[in-house]
C-alpha cells in the first residue's frame, strides 16, 4: 500500500515539475531512491523493512500529502489513530486517545469557567490532592472526573457571584 501511494505521489511530482527523470537510469530505481529520501525525512527510517507499526501514520500521511491531497493525508493520519493502552498495566479504557479527548475537554471547561477562578493551576492542586498524581499523569477517568469538577465549581462560583449581586441589589432598597 505504501509503494503503491509513494509511486502516485512520484508521479504527481512529476507532474508538477519537481522531480526531473534522467533517461540514463531506470525510473524504478529513481522512483526507489526517491520514495527511500522522502521515507528518511517523513519518519527518520529509510528502509520499510526497519519501519514499524509508529511510522505507518507519518509514511501514508507524508505520501498523500505530497500526492495533493491534504484531507486523505489527515484523513489517514486520524483513521489509524488506535495506538493502544498507554502502559502494560493501564486499565481498560486508558488509551492515549482517550487522555488526549478528556484534557481537551477540561481545557474547555477551564476556559468557559477561567473568569469564575477555575483555572489550570487550580484543576492541577485538585488533581494533586484527589488523586496523588500531576495533571499531565492523570487517567482518563481522573481527567472526567476533574472536567466534571471544573464545570460544576464553575457553575456554583458563577451562581454565587450572582446570588451576591441580587442580595446587594436587595440590599440598597430604601424600604
Known amino acids: 500500500m505504501l509503494c503503491r501511494l509513494a509511486g502516485l505521489a512520484w508521479q504527481a511530482e512529476i507532474r508538477r515539475g519537481r522531480i526531473t527523470v534522467s533517461k540514463n537510469l531506470v525510473k524504478s530505481k529513481q522512483l526507489e531512491d526517491w520514495r527511500r529520501e522522502q521515507q528518511l525525512a517523513a519518519c527518520g527510517v529509510a528502509s520499510l523493512c526497519a519501519a514499524t507499526q ?13 500526492l495533493g491531497t491534504p484531507a486523505g493525508a489527515a484523513r489517514s493520519f486520524r483513521d489509524t489513530m488506535r495506538t493502544g493502552p498507554v502502559t502494560d498495566s493501564a486499565p481498560g479504557g486508558d488509551t492515549h486517545e482517550a487522555r488526549e479527548l478528556w484534557r481537551h475537554n477540561l481545557d474547555k471547561a477551564i476556559a468557559a469557567h477561567s473568569a ?60
Request: proline letters at 4%.
Open 54 to 66: 509508529q511510522h505507518y501514520r507519518a509514511l501514508r500521511a507524508h505520501f498523500n500529502n505530497l
Open 116 to 175: 469564575d477562578g477555575v483555572t489550570t493551576a487550580y484543576m492541577e492542586s485538585i488533581c494533586k490532592s484527589e488523586f496523588k498524581v500531576p495533571l499531565a499523569a492523570a487517567t482518563p477517568y481522573q481527567l472526567k472526573c476533574l472536567t466534571n469538577t471544573a464545570w460544576s465549581r464553575g457553575r456554583s462560583k458563577r451562581a454565587k457571584a450572582k446570588g451576591r449581586a441580587v442580595m446587594d441589589a436587595h440590599d440598597n432598597q430604601p424600604f
